[in-house]
């Protein structure tokens, strides 16, 4: 694999237009001996991955991104050299990176969209640093905030806000649950290849015991533990997040608060749609903070929370932790470019001021947002007088959206010729 970076299109943004995250004055680029050090990025499902080299690409950098799918619809932005790969993760991941790293001058900043690429440059981290700038936590800290069972067990030791659950690892586990209050949500600790091999659900919510178990049945054969948790009463517009970058001393390099306004599916789902939430900025980045310094958590992260109706409490329900969100986004519209910023101090130039006087517009997945809302028409929250930003669509960035409708369509074709292979 080579790479010139003569060959990258011009992102057609000046850097200088790019609001700053962490200094107090506004950031003008100077002229700089990394300028050109490339952002490597590793693909994952979604548009996460397209978010990044989108922010990415509001400065002048090489962006190469490496992925296993030539149709995954990143691969088709303008703005990046692609590189394909054999496998997103593992061994065969480590070894591509190598590869790459022989054509590239310089250690070029390493950008993560996956659980699993996360952890594999974290097990093989020594290797990997001598030719890429990365920032990673502890592997142990990273493994126990990936796996929910053990991000349930550490938020709950420190103090933090979060739904009651219990473990599951045989039938008989579901005695210890009695105490919660249905409706339940069932889930894995973490989606392991054969939970996305069995075309499992995200989460499931049940509403009886005789649900959880035929629904722990399934689980139980494809993962050694599930978790049952007491769900959050509220709309799906209640759920809150928190996106960061922390630098090495811990401290937040950059910060975007903001608000779902639909996921797909309804109650269980990934964002369809969402917009910045600077209403709770003061509650839940403090929270957020608080707990990442806990755990000694650096490097790009994040937290989801949902409100709950009956007490107005925010409580946290996941972190994201390792790689990049995949509404990532959502903030770099509003200003706050977390890709750009780590970026910025991860070649130790000058780090953007974040800019906090912006008028909230919404970024959406379009298709899962109708989806969503012509499901569960009570909870839509359109926002009709927001301006709306298509998470694939771009005037001057057009190929990635033919590719997503593609997938999206070769994905409902498969679904419907094993409905009717499965008929009886």
Not at 148 to 168: H, M, N, S, Y
Not at 281 to 296: G, H, K, M, N, W
Not at 359 to 370: M, Y
Not at 409 to 414: A, C, I, P, Q
Request: glycine content about 8%.
């Amino acid at each position: 694999m080579s790479f010139n970076p003569g060959e990258r299109k011009s992102a057609g943004v000046k850097a200088s237009g790019d609001p700053s995250c962490r200094s107090g004055r506004r950031f003008k680029p100077r002229k700089h001996s990394g300028a050109r050090i490339p952002a490597v990025i590793v693909g994952g499902r979604g548009a996460g991955t397209l978010g990044v080299v989108r922010s990415l690409s509001q400065a002048d950098i090489p962006i190469i991104l490496l992925d296993e799918s030539a149709f995954a619809p990143a691969m088709h932005s303008r703005y990046s050299h692609k590189v394909a790969i054999s496998r997103a993760s593992g061994v065969p991941l480590v070894k591509d990176l190598l590869t790459l790293a022989t054509s590239i001058t310089g250690r070029a900043v390493l950008f993560l969209n996956s659980d699993d690429a996360a952890l594999t440059v974290s097990e093989y981290r020594t290797e990997l640093e001598k030719h890429y700038r990365f920032r990673l936590p502890r592997h142990d800290c990273l493994t126990s905030l990936i796996h929910k069972t053990t991000f349930q067990q550490l938020a709950e030791a420190r103090g933090f806000p979060v739904p009651r659950a219990v473990i599951i690892e045989r039938i008989a586990d579901l005695s210890r649950a009695t105490e919660l209050r249905f409706p339940w949500i069932v889930k894995p600790p973490r989606a392991t290849p054969g939970y996305v091999r069995g075309r499992f659900a995200r989460a499931y919510k049940v509403a009886s015991h005789e649900q959880t178990e035929a629904v722990c049945r399934r689980m139980l054969a494809v993962v050694p533990e599930v978790v049952v948790q007491e769900w959050i009463d509220g709309p799906d517009s209640d759920l809150y997040f928190c996106l960061q970058y922390r630098g090495a001393d811990g401290a937040t390099v950059c910060s975007f608060t903001g608000r779902k306004l639909s996921i797909w599916p309804p109650d269980v789902g990934v964002t369809a749609s969402c917009t910045a939430a600077p209403e709770v900025r003061l509650i839940l980045q403090p929270l957020t903070e608080a707990f990442f310094e806990q755990v000694s958590f650096v490097g790009m992260g994040g937290i989801e929370f949902k409100k709950d109706a009956r007490t107005g409490q925010f409580m946290m329900i996941e972190p994201t932790v390792g790689r990049a969100d995949g509404q990532e986004e959502v903030a770099t519209i509003h200003g706050v470019n977390i890709p750009l910023a780590a970026y910025y101090y991860e070649i130790g130039t000058e780090v953007p001021l974040a800019k906090r006087d912006f008028s909230p517009v919404i970024w959406r997945d379009f298709f899962s947002h109708w989806r969503s809302v012509h499901r569960n028409r009570s909870q839509q929250d359109a926002k009709p007088n927001r301006r709306a930003y298509d998470a694939y669509w771009r005037l001057d960035d057009p190929m990635p959206v033919f590719f997503h409708v593609l997938g999206g369509s070769m994905r409902s074709l498969r679904k419907s010729l094993d409905r009717s292979l499965h008929r009886p």
